[in-house]
């Protein structure tokens, strides 16, 4: 299992919650960088470290200048939304039926087909909720998650900052603080990072203080896969995605989740300035540093040759998978270390890109992985013949013991 460059932010959220919805929604693993991690909850997204900002109000800066005030289009939803209040306990695990009969009176007039959910009562880990709904402008799928968080911790923080532009194509994306202290992220992608298909994703992420972690994802399509576009754009706008996510039931039905579903937080890793600092330090001379990741360990560089993206990734206990990063082919240092190196056209299939990898992974689990491509970022056509940094140059700086100190 090797480290995943380019992971869909719409997998992100929806984990487990789509986990048993067959190849509906399958999330596209090609679509968006994930921070190497390699495997469940236990290893998240990390590559978003930064605290939000919590000016509530901001709008959203759509394609083309045009504003998208996320928090009222003066639209109404469908009367007699109904469901458990929070308060409510103890409480009964909610059921798939529910769940898709308070998504449906929340959608404004329309029809619905292919509904189908799983709540707890279900035996659904992260009960979801998913239809197509079609405003009389074009079907688009819509689906619902509910979750348990930790807030203020490494998941909450992942699952509410906005992506890094430059690892993360979209047209608008705003993170805000909510009066009652909620965190709402409100985004405006793609499905594919490199919209090599029209297929917008749209999506609201809510996590409350008490942990409550409700998400909204919807497409300009029926399905996000072998699906054709059919409409401009989602059918939900800004407003009304905020009105979805933030609506009192959904966090009634996450409580009545177990609390042990919500999972330890994994131990704080090395920050990303840190990482990138020790990064910069091994880099060789003639590579000149032009952008610096803010929330993800990646730097463009230029050798006078063109620019190149450099990622590296740090992790711990990765002992266990050893055999799957780790195979035919890999090498064994004198000291145990196992060393892999891996050519490919990079995870967007860009054409011409060429990307380079060592990984290592040292006795006590402890993994380095460096990557270079001929490219600026993932998206773009190639720079330049080969990447940034030569395969030599990885292998040293993914086996130098200035990376001990995150041991």
């Not at 005030?69 to 639209?75: E, M, R, S």
């Not at 992220?185 to 297929?199: C, I, N, P, S």
Request: proline share 7%; aromatic share 6%; charged share 25%.
């Amino acid at each position: 299992m090797p480290v995943e460059h380019d992971q869909d932010p719409f997998e992100t959220r929806l984990g487990l919650a789509l986990r048993d919805a067959g190849d509906h929604f399958t999330a596209d693993r090609t679509a968006l960088v994930d921070g190497g991690l390699a495997r469940g909850r236990r290893q998240r997204l990390r590559r978003r470290t930064a605290v939000l900002g919590g000016v509530a109000g901001v709008a959203l800066a759509g394609v083309g200048g045009t504003l998208l005030t996320p928090w009222d289009d003066g639209t109404a939803s469908r009367p007699g939304t109904t469901g458990r209040p929070s308060a409510q306990a103890p409480l009964a695990p909610v059921t798939g039926r529910e769940l898709i009969e308070s998504l449906e009176k929340m959608l404004p007039e329309g029809e619905v087909s292919g509904q189908e959910a799983k709540g707890g009562a279900d035996g659904a880990p992260a009960p979801y909720a998913r239809l197509v709904f079609d405003d009389g402008e074009g079907a688009a799928a819509v689906v619902v998650g509910l979750d348990r968080i930790a807030f203020g911790g490494q998941h909450a923080r992942q699952a509410v900052d906005c992506p890094d532009r430059t690892l993360v194509r979209h047209d608008a994306c705003v993170s805000t603080e909510l009066p009652d202290g909620s965190l709402l992220k409100l985004f405006q992608g793609y499905v594919y990072g490199d919209r090599r298909a029209k297929t917008k994703l749209w999506s609201a992420d809510l996590v409350t203080p008490a942990g409550q972690h409700v998400f909204v994802t919807e497409l300009n399509s029926a399905a996000e896969k072998d699906s054709p576009v059919t409409r401009p754009e989602p059918p939900l706008s800004t407003a009304r995605l905020k009105k979805l996510v933030t609506a009192p039931v959904w966090r009634g039905y996450v409580d009545s989740l177990p609390e042990d579903l919500e999972g330890a937080e994994p131990p704080a890793g090395p920050s990303v300035d840190s990482v990138l600092d020790t990064l910069a330090a091994l880099l060789p001379r003639k590579a000149k540093v032009v952008e610096r990741g803010e929330d993800y360990s990646f730097l463009v560089l230029d050798d006078g040759g063109g620019r190149g993206y450099v990622q590296v990734d740090v992790q711990q206990n990765m002992g266990d998978v050893a055999g799957e990063l780790f195979g035919e082919g890999s090498e064994t240092l004198p000291d145990g270390t196992l060393v892999n190196v891996r050519e490919s056209a990079g995870d967007k299939g860009v054409p011409g890109a060429v990307m380079w990898t060592v990984d290592s992974l040292r006795t006590d689990g402890f993994r380095v992985t460096v990557s270079a491509l001929n490219a600026p970022t993932q998206h773009d056509a190639p720079s330049r013949t080969a990447p940034v940094l030569t395969k030599a140059q990885l292998r040293k700086i993914a086996l130098s013991p200035e990376w001990d100190r995150y041991r």
